[in-house]
Structure formats: C-alpha cells, structure tokens
Antibody, heavy 114, light 112 residues
Framework: EVQLLESGGGLVPGGSLRLSCAAS????????MTWVRQAPGKGLEWVST????????YYADSVKGRFIISRDNSKNTLYLHMNSLRAEDTALYYC?????????WGQGTLVTVS | QSALTQPASVSGSPGQSITISCTGT?????????VSWYQHHPGKAPKLMIY???KRPSGVSDRFSGSKSGNTASLTISGLQAEDEADYYC????????????FGTGTKVTVL
C-alpha cells in the first residue's frame, strides 16, 4: 500500500521552512513526485514536481525562485525547501506520487506564515 | 497561468445526474488530453476520480464520467448519492516554459 507522510509544517514568522514527505509501499526512485497546496478557503494549487532521479524540477510561477524541491532516493523522502516565505504561502501542503494524475496523496502538513 | 473556470456550486437530488464544467483555453484544457478530476473533502486527501479526460482509476464508481469539447472539460455524476457531496476540482496540463499544471477554481457539490 502506497503511503505518503508529510511533516515539517508549523507557524513561522517568515523566513524559511523545510517540508518532508516520507514515502513507502512503492519503488520511490522510479516515481516522479509533486507538491500541491491549498490555502485556507481557497482551491488546490500545483506547486512543484521533481523527476524520479531528481535531475528535473518544475515550479509554479508563484514559488519560482523561492522554493526548491529535492529528494533523497536512499531515504525514500521528498523535500520542499521554502524560502522568503510570505503570508500567501499559508496553506496545507500535500505531497503526491507521480508527475500528473495524482492517485496517491498524503494527508498534508499545515504551514502558517504570520 | 490562470485557474480554470468552474461553477462555484452545483446541486442535485439523490438519483439525479449533475455535470460540472471546467473551462480553460487552447493552451491547457483544449490543447492536451491531460485533464483530471479530484474529489476533495476538506481536511482529507484529494481523491482522483478521472484522468486523461475520460479514464477512471480502479475502484472509482462508474457513476463518474469525464468528457471534453474544445476548451471545456466536464465531469458528470449520475445517480447522485449523499456521499458524493464534496468539492470537485479539475486539473489540466498547461503549456508554458516548463512542465506546468493548473487546477480549476473548484465546485461545491450539494446533494439536496
């Protein structure tokens, strides 16, 4: 069974934060991975995708230059390094398996930028 | 990239059919077969209901069906049930400088 467990969220006054997504139940190194977020009272927003090897990364314009997606295939873990955080980055952040048509999702980790 | 346009709300009685539209442009919905639909209960993980416009993942009820015409994709729920009450989002690949996806504005489905 595919399991994705996000962590690292919290209340931050701006600055930086690193989210993690621990994966199990599938061959992590064979799968692209994606971050999607939902701000309070708002819809879903695609944030970033990374290829299975980590060689290719893609970002939404809203986070480009501030967020960095990475992965450690030896640890089956996906990361989102969030810098220069803004109030509008406040959201529930989900990790999802694959680069599109996301069948498997985590439960999310909440980031609040005060 | 602007969000795809969905109606804010759609409602129906149990047993009825409803359709949710998702309107984009030729640079997203109209240009690619990569349109998907997600059911989302707040606080829970989104659930993939339709992918590649018309395909259903294993385990998703055949009461859910997808289609596309031009720049508008649609999700139809037939035989509406109380458990279908949720938020629904479409999502499409979008042309641009790089790999890019855009979600719809979301539709609240209410079962009367």
């Amino acid at each position: 069974e595919v399991q994705l467990l996000e962590s690292g969220g919290g209340l931050v006054p701006g600055g930086s934060l690193r989210l993690s997504c621990a994966a199990s139940g599938f061959t992590f190194s064979n799968s692209a991975m994606t971050w999607v977020r939902q701000a309070p009272g708002k819809g879903l927003e695609w944030v970033s995708t990374i290829s299975s090897s980590g060689a290719a990364t893609y970002y939404a314009d809203s986070v480009k230059g501030r967020f960095i997606i990475s992965r450690d295939n030896s640890k089956n873990t996906l990361y989102l390094h969030m810098n220069s955080l803004r109030a509008e980055d406040t959201a529930l952040y989900y990790c999802a398996k694959d680069s599109s048509s996301w069948l498997n999702w985590g439960q999310g980790t909440l980031v609040t930028v005060s | 990239q602007s969000a795809l346009t969905q109606p804010a709300s759609v409602s129906g009685s149990p047993g009825q059919s409803i359709t949710i539209s998702c309107t984009g442009t030729s640079s997203d919905v109209g240009g690619y077969k990569s349109v998907s639909w997600y059911q989302h209960h707040p606080g829970k993980a989104p659930k993939l209901m339709i992918y590649e416009v018309i395909k259903r993942p294993s385990g998703v009820s055949d009461r859910f069906s997808g289609s596309k015409s031009g720049n508008t994709a649609s999700l139809t729920i037939s035989g509406l049930q109380a458990e279908d009450e949720a938020d629904y989002y479409c999502c499409s690949y979008a042309a641009g400088n790089t790999h890019n996806y855009v979600f719809g504005t979301g539709t609240k489905v209410t079962v009367l």
